[in-house]
């Protein structure tokens, strides 16, 4: 049932050929037999899910349902779920049991989106393998001595191994489409502000943005229309008209002007990932497109900007954590000050507390025109780069990371060297443009993903691209042999 | 050897709307701890701020009352620090771009001149919540009810050179902002709360260090409050001493001011734009829709009521003691055709706000409505009833016994203006008091007040008191 | 750019983060290999760039001044670490 798409399991389910509570329960014990050696999830939820699929096979009776109704869903640990432990892969949330559901999952209950769990990630999504997750790292299922990427590590993983059929995921510096690369599946970052960030536990408020993690573009679209929307709840939500992210799929590419930026593929870009990805632009090419070249001259400057920058607000977003309202408290606080620092000191691990040290840094009174300032200007220059880049082009494509999933341990002790991993999803970001990662190949026997940015608003014609390329390759029908 | 006071003034007004600035919550007053806290309010993981409408439409109000300069796009910002009653660990505020610029507003002083003093700004920001003692020994409890009500921080220029006028133009914005409807003034419940900015220097030479004084809620106390303080500033500078940039309290027993035991240096709140916000804009059409529901401010209602009414300026000054209270004056004058203002003025300020403050009510609640009042000044204009007759029907319909034509007809009061009839009384009762009569012709002139008496008496008090003492006169001389 | 103690004890005391003494140097040679990823902005000629603090244009939309929230504090007070007489409890501050 694992190796089903979407639509025919939404075919099946209709036809009565598979219940959803069959469906469901044949990921439960997936899950159940893969996962304690995974460690993709934080929290599964078993008698919640089978409650959800009986409610969701009776919508399918009545006729009342839609396409991804009775489709079990894991949800990174990120997303706020009433009733269940959202983590946040932190110690400061173990015990916090969220008392509402983020937006994103009302809307998908609504549907009936049977919830079998919540995802393993980075520490308050701050990372690029999952490693600092207090709940210890997931393993790539492709090659369990590789991280599976981060901070969606969880999520990307769970699909890859076939532990639920779609899984969601956040990106703030790439977290959705590094985790897809690595994992060898399909994951999009949406344009800034279309899908709602309401009960999604903040990062970096101005980057962070909510994502699918699938096995293919077309299964990326049809959850992008369930989870995208205006949210009246958060300021940052665009109120546009909704928008069919199916709408294009099947389209010709033909015309399509595919921009390539001289500046990707240089120093540090692992031969084998360079050699995948040509190979992929020319495939997309060869349906029509032509491929032009494009420059991002301001590109070396987009991961210092952002380290800046997420941090900084990052460094506001997470004060909140303080052992008064909720979450973890210190033992036996002597003062107002014992309270907060050994809280925060006790609860955070160490790249989170690096993190919010060096947001504060960044801000505080001397620093903050040298390094906040500065940043946000670069953000704009990086941004320019782009809406340049589209007058002459439809669409980017390259690398979405210099390198295949890197081994557990390997990068840990070096930030910086983790950082700069980032350089190729942390600009979208930045501009808050949507991009898409697919899976195109493999580098030293693991996943890479092709990425693909387009101008704002641009989703379902990356999709389609996504999907065009899907019909001619196979790659994101492979499977790791262990768990077909 | 002289010295200048340099005083400036922040002024923390909670606007009056329902709901909170960035939640759905409810603002009002008094309620059971945390039960006005939702999960925005509360700084929960994942909530997000939603900007509440009506807290434009009162910022502008004010920015125009102040003929000040209207921040067009206002941005609002992070202000970090740690405190309980502050959830998330920053206030959301306006730091660079308010949504209100200059201004200015005029105050009176004692002696009668006037002063201009600057507003610098008022810009929109979040309360925090409340600190409880005593509930648990050796803990503090968080009320968070209060935390997310919409506050406009009013910042004065330090134009102020004297407690005396410190306080004149605290008294003034209070007057202001209550009559914009935008602020109850409510000193008590902290819905108006004033910091005081103290500093000395010599003549000539810079800015001296500032202390700031807060938490005190009355005028009376910040104005003792600052005068102690110039006077410790003073002392302290001239005693070779240094003041320090702090926070003082007010201690009203011991008529001193004390530092507040806050453990480390100025904060650094590492202000930077609040990202789960955008900017926020205000267009031409928003600001004349404000103008256009503006109303009359203070000082130009009194300046009315003197050239319009032929009011005292005392009378007028008392008039307008409130928005409340001018409007049910104007009501009663326009609904009694201003035919006697002055006559209505009188009413409004002595017995209509006597009887309030004896029974500890406001104009909203009382008994007596403007209409009403004014049905029974129209009696007293056409001379239906005399003055003391008004007071007995004014105190009949306090206490609910109907209109003043109803009380007036139930009790017979209706004054005798007929001519014919009040002569009649004066002949009986002169006839009737022979003896009197003599003493009056033989110059005992106090006789009169005998006489009108009686009369008054016979006509059970509802003879015309002028007519009488016309009619005796004529009757007596003849 | 390198951090020295102080700087790490200011740091220290705006996040709230203990930072104990014997990892001071620690976290101030992480720090400052991070800080040192800043340097490479300091050549960036940015003159006449407007700063971007969204990615889109978008402006503030606002909400109807009406009453929508009801007492909900036993549901978010049942996980808070200390309560009482429905007030969160912090060790005793003194103003």
Not at chain 1, 183 to 209: E, N
Not at chain 2, 3 to 15: A, F, P, R, S
Not at chain 3, 47 to 72: I, N, W, Y
């Amino acid at each position: 049932m694992h190796n089903l798409t979407i639509k025919q399991m939404n075919e099946k389910l209709h036809s009565g050929e598979i219940t959803s509570v069959q469906l469901t329960q044949h990921y439960l014990d997936r899950i159940s037999q893969y996962d304690g050696d995974l460690n993709a999830f934080v929290t599964v939820t078993p008698e919640l899910a089978i409650s959800m699929a009986e409610a969701a096979d009776q919508k399918i009776a009545a006729g009342d349902a839609e396409l991804l109704t009775g489709i079990p869903i894991a949800h990174k640990d990120i997303f706020c779920t009433d009733g269940v432990k959202t983590s946040c892969g932190s110690k400061m949330l173990d015990n916090f049991i969220a008392p509402y559901d983020a937006h994103v999952v009302t809307l998908l209950n609504k549907i009936g989106m049977p919830i079998l769990g919540k995802t393993n990630m980075d520490e308050f999504a701050m990372g690029s393998s999952s490693e600092s997750s207090y709940y210890g790292p997931t393993k790539n299922p492709w090659d369990h001595k590789a991280v599976p990427g981060g901070s969606s590590g969880g999520s990307a993983a769970v699909i890859a191994a076939g532990l639920a059929p779609l899984a969601t995921g956040t990106d703030t510096g790439g977290s959705v489409r590094q985790p897809a690369s690595f994992c060898g599946i399909t994951g999009i970052k949406p344009t800034y502000g279309a899908v709602s960030r309401f009960g999604i536990i903040a990062y970096a408020s101005s980057f962070d943005q909510a994502g699918p993690l699938t096995r293919s573009a077309e299964d990326s679209a049809w959850m992008l229309n369930a989870m995208a929307g205006f949210d009246e709840r958060d300021s940052t939500s665009l109120e546009r008209e909704k928008t069919d992210y199916t709408a294009e799929l099947g389209q010709s590419l033909k015309g399509l002007r595919i921009g390539v930026p001289a500046e990707y593929f240089g120093e540090g870009l692992d031969p084998e990932v360079e050699a995948a990805i040509r190979t992929a632009i020319t495939e997309v090419g060869n349906l029509g497109g032509e491929v032009v070249e494009v420059h991002l001259p301001n590109k070396d400057l987009a991961v210092p900007a952002y380290y800046v920058l997420a941090p900084a607000e990052a460094s506001a977003n997470l004060s909140r954590y303080d052992g008064v309202r909720f979450g973890y408290r210190c033992d036996q606080p002597q003062d107002l000050e014992d309270l907060y620092k050994r809280s925060r000191s006790e609860g955070f691990g160490e790249e989170v507390k690096r993190r919010i040290m060096v947001g504060a840094y960044a801000l505080s009174a001397g620093y903050y025109d040298a390094y906040y300032v500065k940043a946000q200007q670069l953000r704009r220059m990086v941004r320019d780069d782009f809406t340049k880049a589209f007058e002459s082009c439809d669409v980017i494509m390259g690398p979405v990371a210099p390198t295949s999933a890197f081994n557990i341990g390997e990068k840990s002790d070096d930030q910086v060297s983790m950082y700069l991993n980032d350089l190729y999803t942390i600009p979208v970001n930045l501009a808050g443009l949507p991009a898409l990662s697919v899976p195109a190949g493999f580098a030293n026997n693991r996943p890479v993903g092709l990425h693909i940015v387009g101008p704002y608003f641009s989703e379902a014609k990356l999709l389609n691209i996504g999907h065009q390329f899907q019909q001619i390759t196979d790659w994101h029908k492979q499977m790791p042999a262990q768990y077909q | 050897m002289s010295w200048e006071v340099v005083i400036g003034l922040e002024i923390h007004t909670q606007l009056t709307t329902k709901s909170k600035i960035f939640s759905g919550a409810s603002t009002a007053y008094g309620a059971a701890p945390n039960s006005q806290a939702c999960a925005i309010d509360a700084g929960m993981p994942g909530m997000l701020p939603v900007l509440n409408h009506a807290v434009l439409g009162k910022s502008i109000m004010l920015g125009l009352a102040l003929d000040a300069e209207l921040g067009m796009r206002s941005v609002f910002d992070r202000k970090n620090y740690f405190y309980p009653d502050s959830p998330k660990g920053y206030q959301t505020t306006q730091m660079d771009f308010p949504i209100v610029g200059q201004g200015q507003l005029e105050i009176e002083l004692e002696d009668g001149s006037k002063k201009v003093i600057g507003v610098t700004r008022a810009h929109l920001e979040e309360d925090a919540g409340k600190s409880v003692h005593g509930i648990v020994p050796g803990q503090t409890g968080i009320d968070l009810n209060r935390s997310g009500t919409p506050l406009l921080e009013i910042v004065s220029d330090p134009d102020m050179s004297s407690a005396k006028e410190a306080v004149a133009y605290a008294k003034k914005m209070h007057e202001l902002v209550q009559y914009l409807g935008i602020c109850d003034g409510n000193m008590q419940e902290g819905s108006f709360r004033v910091d005081s900015n103290v500093s000395v220097r010599r003549p000539g030479e810079p800015l001296g260090t500032r202390a700031e004084l807060k938490n005190i809620n009355s005028f009376k106390f910040i104005e003792k409050a600052i005068e102690i303080e110039i006077e410790r500033q003073i002392e302290l500078i001239e005693s070779g001493g240094k003041v320090v940039q702090e926070t003082r309290l007010y201690d009203s027993e011991k008529d001193v001011t004390r530092s507040m035991r806050t453990k480390e240096e100025a904060n650094d709140y590492r202000y930077f734009p609040c990202p789960d916000l955008l900017p926020v804009i205000i267009t031409e059409a928003d600001v004349e829709a404000v103008r256009v529901v503006m109303p009359e401010l203070p000082d130009a209602k009194r300046a009315r009521f003197v050239s319009e009414f032929n009011l005292s300026d005392y009378d007028a000054a008392v008039l307008t003691g409130s928005r409340a209270m001018a409007e049910f004056f104007e009501t009663v004058v326009a609904l009694t055709d201003a035919k006697d203002p002055k006559l209505c003025a009188n009413w409004a300020t002595s017995g209509f706000s006597a009887a309030l403050n004896r029974d500890g009510l406001s104009i909203e609640n009382a008994p007596v409505s403007a209409e009403m009042l004014a049905g029974m000044i129209s009696r007293l204009i056409d001379n239906s009833i005399s003055g003391k007759i008004a007071k007995q029907v004014f105190d009949a319909m306090w206490q609910g016994e109907g209109s003043a034509d109803e009380i007036i007809e139930s009790k017979g009061l209706k004054q005798i203006t007929d001519t014919g009839a009040i002569e009649a009384l004066v002949d009986d009762v002169l006839a009737n008091n022979p003896n009197q009569v003599e003493a009056y012709k033989g110059g005992q002139e106090k006789m009169m007040g005998y006489f009108v008496g009686q009369i008054m008496k016979a006509s059970g008090g509802q003879a015309n008191p002028g007519q009488v003492n016309k009619l005796l006169m004529a009757k007596l001389k003849a | 750019m390198s951090l020295g103690k102080t700087e790490v004890e200011y740091i220290s005391r705006l996040a709230q983060i203990e930072v104990r003494e014997e990892e001071v140097d620690g976290v101030a040679a992480k720090l400052s290999n991070i800080l040192d990823l800043f340097t490479q902005m300091e050549a960036a000629d940015t003159r006449g760039v407007e700063p971007m603090s969204h990615p889109l244009d978008a402006v503030q939309r606002f909400r109807a001044d009406v009453v929508t929230e009801v007492d909900q504090h036993e549901k978010l007070q049942a996980i808070a670490p200390s309560v009482t007489q429905a007030h969160y409890l912090v060790p005793q501050v003194i103003e």
